[in-house]
């Protein structure tokens, strides 16, 4: 298993950056990729964007592409999420989580471990 804690979330204005963290702890960090994923009130949860386990191949949604950056840092056993150029609609909680599932995939269902959250609110 593998435990997951996000952090870094906060208020932001429309334009303004942020970067979230996610910290993980137990099972080898580098036998999973890891996601993130975003849910806004009365919403379901999306994909936002995902890391291969090396960290060599990232994917992400067309809504954040261009403006979040996922990457990771295998020694440090921490995923991260840059996001830029932030709009009101980013507005959510959002969670990491990780899948030991070979290959690209927007299906959370895939991923068998996810953090608590941490909620992001970015004003107009």
């Known amino acids: 298993q593998v435990q997951l804690v996000e952090s870094g979330g906060g208020l932001v204005q429309a334009g303004g950056s942020l970067r979230l963290s996610c910290a993980a702890s137990?099972?080898?960090?580098?036998?999973?990729?890891m996601g993130w994923f975003r849910q806004a009130p009365g919403k379901e949860r999306e994909f936002v964007a995902q890391?291969?386990?090396?960290?060599?191949?990232?994917y992400y949604s067309d809504s954040v592409k261009d403006r979040f950056t996922i990457s990771r840092d295998n020694a440090k056993n921490t995923a991260y999420l840059q996001m830029n150029s932030l709009k009101p609609e980013d507005t959510a909680i959002y969670y990491c989580?990780?899948?030991?599932?070979?290959?690209?995939?927007?299906?959370?269902?895939?991923?068998?471990?996810w953090g608590q959250g941490t909620q992001v609110t970015v004003s107009s």
């Open positions: 137990g099972r080898a960090f580098t036998t999973y990729k």
């Open positions: 989580a990780a899948s030991p599932v070979i290959g690209f995939t927007v299906d959370r269902t895939k991923y068998a471990y």
């Open positions: 890391i291969s386990r090396s960290g060599g191949g990232t």
